[in-house]
């Protein structure tokens, strides 16, 4: 999948951690996005191309099981360790008053990199995402049982390498089926899979999968009441995996927030209602500029 048009060119970054493949597109304000597990920055190609108009926009692969480019062996995979990679990447490019945006594990990611390294960061969107108790979701977690068992890893791998195969669990409920009410045809199902089929890719992934665990995502919630950017909170209607409650709870625990319930979407927003959520980006970080400029 050439993702050129949508995402714009891409460059690759390295950071203490290994390579991480970086598209950019548009000018103006930075904003930087952060997809979830077994998936890269395609999921954001709906949504780039209204916002890069006015805004610089920075997607990358993170090493969440579906990057092409995999990362040293030792490289801290934990989730502090991904946050860290993110606020790398950040750095490494000079990014300053950086609008963050996650969503699915790349919501965890974005709790994780706001309350360890805000420094470049202006403010944040929290999209459908793992928070508090749900990390990882139970329907999910499953992958993480298989991760502490290599050789299931490697059989599933095995079966990925068969189309019919790939694209039968790639559109069932434990895979991407209940992520979105659009339907994923078979070219972004490869793009997302096949990158897995990589020996040196599982390798990171079942590294990360063996560490998952809820304590990440309450140690960042605790310091939710000293975060002093604004949020924006857009949650989906629909979501099978994330519930409304955290949602809105995390606009509750974010002391300058704003909670919008997105109707006829599920987890990926980006999907479901991409000119909505562009949308809703763009207003929201226009008034925190203006915020930021009014006299206090």
């Known amino acids: 999948m050439d993702l050129r048009n949508e995402l714009g060119e891409s460059t690759t970054i390295t950071v203490n951690s290994g390579p991480v493949r970086v598209y950019e597109r548009g000018s103006g304000a930075t904003l930087v996005f952060v997809h979830g597990l077994f998936a890269n920055a395609a999921v954001w190609r709906r949504v780039v191309p209204t916002l890069a108009e006015n805004y610089r926009c920075i997607t990358a692969d993170w090493p969440f099981g579906s990057h092409r480019l995999p990362m040293k062996s030792d490289a801290d995979l934990t989730a502090t360790g991904l946050a860290e990679i993110v606020a790398e990447v950040i750095e490494a490019m000079d990014l300053r008053d950086v609008t963050l945006i996650g969503n699915d594990g790349g919501g965890m990611l974005t709790q ?3 309350t360890r390294h805000p420094e470049r960061i202006a403010r944040i ?7 508090y108790e749900n990390f990882p979701p139970p329907m999910f977690a499953y992958l993480c049982w ?29 895979g991407y089926g209940g992520l979105s009410h659009r339907k994923i045809d078979d070219e972004l199902l490869d793009h997302y899979f096949t990158p897995v089929l990589d020996r040196a890719v ?9 560490t998952v665990h809820r304590s990440y995502t309450l140690d960042a919630a605790r310091s939710f009441p000293e975060v002093d950017r604004p949020v ?27 909670f919008v319930l997105l109707e006829n979407s599920r987890t ?14 763009d207003e929201f970080v226009r008034d925190a500029e203006i915020g930021c400029n009014q006299p206090r």
């Not at 969107?125 to 928070?131: E, F, K, M, N």
């Not at 599982?202 to 063996?210: E, I, T």
């Not at 209607?237 to 704003?258: M, V, Y």
């Open 112 to 114: 994780l990199t706001i």
């Open 146 to 174: 298989m991760a502490r068992v290599p050789v299931t890893f490697e059989l599933v791998s095995a079966a990925m390498r068969v189309p019919l195969l790939r694209r039968l669990l790639g559109r069932s409920p434990i």
């Open 268 to 281: 990926w927003v980006s999907e479901d209602r991409p000119e909505k959520l562009a949308s809703l980006i």
């Open 202 to 210: 599982r390798r990171d992934v079942v590294r990360f999968l063996r």
């Open 125 to 131: 969107v929290l999209t459908p995402c793992d928070a």
């Open 232 to 258: 924006l909170v857009v949650w989906a209607s629909d979501d099978k995996f994330f519930p409304l409650d955290h949602g809105e709870r995390l606009a509750r625990d974010f002391p300058d927030s704003r």
